[in-house]
């Protein structure tokens, strides 16, 4: 039970507003003190798992080529494209988006976008301008809804789109997990399975975009 | 064959490149406490493997005390005006995406094709690492397109990435931190301690208590650890299999299908899944931390409880 005040940790700590990286030191060494392991060795432990997931945050190399992409003017011709596309709205764009996430996830494509690679540079810019082109500015506040609008809608369309695809890490996952504990399945009688709730989420996240859609030109609009 | 230790020896340079720059930034009030934060980074991508796993400890506590004592600061010179931005666009017009759609497009190829390139019997690409030696590719093409088309000096990549690091800051390196912290969870067995909690407490007499307490459980597990892949083994073994699919003969494709598809509903709620809830609202510059989180709880929750019905439907149909 005392193993569980890590997690109480990270909890707490992120709640209470503490910097993240200090709270995930803090609840590691409540978690490997509890389980009885010496300081140096938590210390140890932590040290080879970050060094062997260095991976996780090697994607970041993508940034240079972003910025030198947005000195450029990317940003600004993805705004103007969009005012340019007469009839364009929020609710065409965004679920245009989330079908086009959800399909090429579907397809095992799912680093082809992303939160760095599309959504800063493009999908949030060409949604802030597909709410302008038919109301007026927008206001900061609905400007920043828009954006993490823009954030959910990457993340949804991915998450409900990779596991219909047979060869994703959580499909391997199951079948590994699944055989080690005695029943036997191929990655295709799991991933067919996610596809009713792929069709839900595109249900439900798509009726909140064109609602939020409708919302704002109407305040624009007023 | 090209393994990812060619992609860690970029990053540390890149992120060399981060350090030195900020050292030399006087229009940044913090700039020594940022050039220490990614140096050490860089010295973690190019010698990781060296430091054996106590260095790699130290350093890990030192980069989360800069972040964490003080705030990392950012240089407020060489950002592009607006208006020049606009000139900008103006004159390279739809040329501008071409440099962005390099980097799907290499990606693509590097995953379906290239890897299934062989030089003799090695393959050319390290199979499992394939995805993100692509990106890297994809990201080196792509700048080399920029070079050629819009003539920008040959610092610009380095500065203006630079610029949108420190905006995202020490955030940038909370996904990698919490992968450790996952390890350590499991090091300690949390995960079996939760596990036997929640079949301790709640009774599962009927399928659709145990649908409840699978689903409900995968997405708060995963809201706990940030990670649906952690929380699968440890509420499948703990409720799936003793309680849904042996007990009361469910099919286990179903249920563990859509049990991991709970789980995801539980990442779109937890700013613990740090990439892809946290670290947007740094590169969006979003005022809240929590908004994306708050953009998608609405979606997330309704889809759980769908979800639910969607496995008892399916679940325990006749089935072969």
Known sequence: ?222 | MIKLGFVYILAGLVFAAYALLSARDQTNPRRWRNALFWGLLAASFLAGDHFGDLGNGVLVLVLAVTAGVGKLGQGTGGVALLADRQASALRFGNRLFLPALVIPAVVLFGTLVVKTWKLGEVPLLDPKQATLISLAAGALLAAGAAFALFRQPMITPLQEGRRLMDLVGWAALLPQMLAALGALFALAGVGKVVGDLVTTWIPMNTPFMAVAVYCIGMALFTLVMGNAFAAFPVITAGVALPFLIHRFGGDPAVICAMGMLSGFCGTLMTPLAANFNVVPTALLELKDRFAVIRAQTPTALPLLLINMVLMYVFAFRPHG
Do not use: C
Not at chain 1, 16 to 45: H, I, K, R, Y
Not at chain 1, 169 to 191: A, C, H, K, N, T
């Open chain 1, 1 to 222: 039970m005392l193993i569980l005040l890590g997690v109480a940790v990270v909890v707490a700590g992120f709640a209470a507003g503490f910097n993240p990286l200090l709270v995930v030191m803090a609840s590691a060494f409540a978690t490997g003190l509890a389980a009885g392991l010496s300081p140096v060795e938590v210390l140890s432990a932590f040290g080879k798992a970050f060094n062997e997931n260095r991976y996780v945050s090697a994607a970041w190399l993508i940034l240079p080529v972003i910025g030198m992409l947005e000195r450029a003017g990317l940003q600004e011709r993805a705004r103007d494209l969009i005012r340019g596309l007469k009839g364009v709205t929020f609710g065409h764009l965004m679920v245009g988006y989330l079908l086009f996430r959800q399909l090429t996830s579907a397809l095992g494509l799912t680093s082809i976008a992303g939160q760095t690679q599309t959504v800063r540079p493009l999908l949030a810019p060409m949604a802030e301008a597909a709410v302008e082109s038919d109301g007026g500015e927008l206001v900061d506040s609905d400007r920043q809804r828009v954006k993490a609008f823009a954030a959910a809608t990457d993340n949804i369309g991915l998450f409900f789109g990779e596991d219909i695809f047979m060869a994703i890490g959580s499909i391997l996952l199951m079948v590994g997990f699944l055989d080690q504990s005695g029943v036997r399945l191929e990655p295709l009688d799991l991933s067919r399975w996610a596809i009713p709730t792929a069709i839900a989420a595109f249900a439900i996240h798509g009726a909140r975009i064109l609602i939020f859609g409708r919302r704002l030109a109407r305040r624009a609009g007023a």
